[in-house]
């Protein structure tokens, strides 16, 4: 054990230094590859960091809300390509906080800010695909990682760093999360959520109608950026040109457009909140 322990650490220490380099070129795509932690290992981090999130945030206390978006992530990971995390989906009230994140493992998280900014059901789903995404491609595990190191994440899996867990969970997840992640992996992650979203049934063309309409709630507010949710490496206008490029894979279907699911929404969530 303590040799095999040894080893990774070296692995982890080649792979971290070759990082910074390597990020945002060819090569990355080999790093994306890489995923030092087994879907036990993610799992167990996961159920730890849930525990510190339902502690520091409110859970909405609403169950037709709650069911309502539990609903839509079980269409979602229907079709996602990893079946092996125990995916869940839970509503934080915070009206102010425009912000959703999935933690290793699958648990996922939505703020009663962010789905008031949605107007229709294909425009949660799209932020929900998104967050599948990173989960799907193991992105965690790569993203805490190179982060922190392995030494430090296999402590943490093992329950020794109870008070790191804590911390943590505010800085990784909460403040938004995908600060944290490379631009490759938010590419991933937008390629891999529009996939799931059209195999579901959703029109591709809501995570672009999201990201304008976050675009344009920032402008009114005076541009400063201050959703957690911008707090991406690709800017919003990239992200949207990446997804205009992707969406030309996937042609909607008459039956993806009469989809959008707008009445459904505001039924469910506009008139509730
Ligand atoms: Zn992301």
């Given at each position: ?10 692995v ?10 390597l990020?945002?070129?060819?090569g ?15 799992v ?13 945030e ?16 079980k ?7 990893r ?72 402590d ?9 867990v ?11 999360v ?24 959703y ?5 672009i ?30 992200r ?20 959008y ?13």
């Open positions: 054990m303590k040799r095999f322990l040894f080893f990774v650490m070296i982890t220490a080649l792979t971290l230094s070759g990082c910074e380099t990020e945002g070129t060819a990355s795509g080999f790093f994306n590859q890489i995923n030092l932690l087994s879907t036990q290992q993610e167990s981090l996961g159920q730890q960091f849930s525990v510190q999130i339902e502690e520091s409110k859970v909405l206390n609403h169950p037709a809300i709650q069911n309502y978006v539990s609903e839509i992530g269409k979602l990971i229907a079709v996602a390509p079946q092996d995390v125990p995916y869940s989906f839970k509503v934080i009230d915070a009206p102010d906080t425009v912000n959703a994140f999935a933690l290793p493992g699958g648990y996922m998280y939505i703020y009663t800010g962010l789905l008031k900014t949605c107007s229709n059901e294909a425009e949660l789903a799209a932020v929900m695909a998104h967050e599948i995404g990173h989960v799907a491609a193991r992105h965690h595990g790569e993203m805490m990682t190179r982060q922190m190191g392995m030494e430090m994440v296999t943490m899996v093992l329950g020794k760093k109870p008070g790191m804590a911390s943590l969970a505010g800085q990784l997840f909460t403040a938004g995908s600060a944290r992640y490379s631009r490759a992996q938010e590419r991933e992650a937008d390629s891999l959520g529009m996939e799931i979203l059209y195999r579901a049934g029109p591709p063309q809501g995570m109608s999201f990201m304008s309409k976050l675009m344009e709630a920032d402008r009114r507010q005076g541009g400063g950026r201050s959703m957690p949710i911008f707090a991406t490496h690709p800017s919003p206008e990239e949207v040109a990446l997804l205009q490029e992707l969406l030309q894979r996937y042609p909607a279907t008459p039956q993806h457009n009469a989809n699911g707008e009445d459904r929404y505001r039924q469910a969530i506009l008139s509730q909140l």
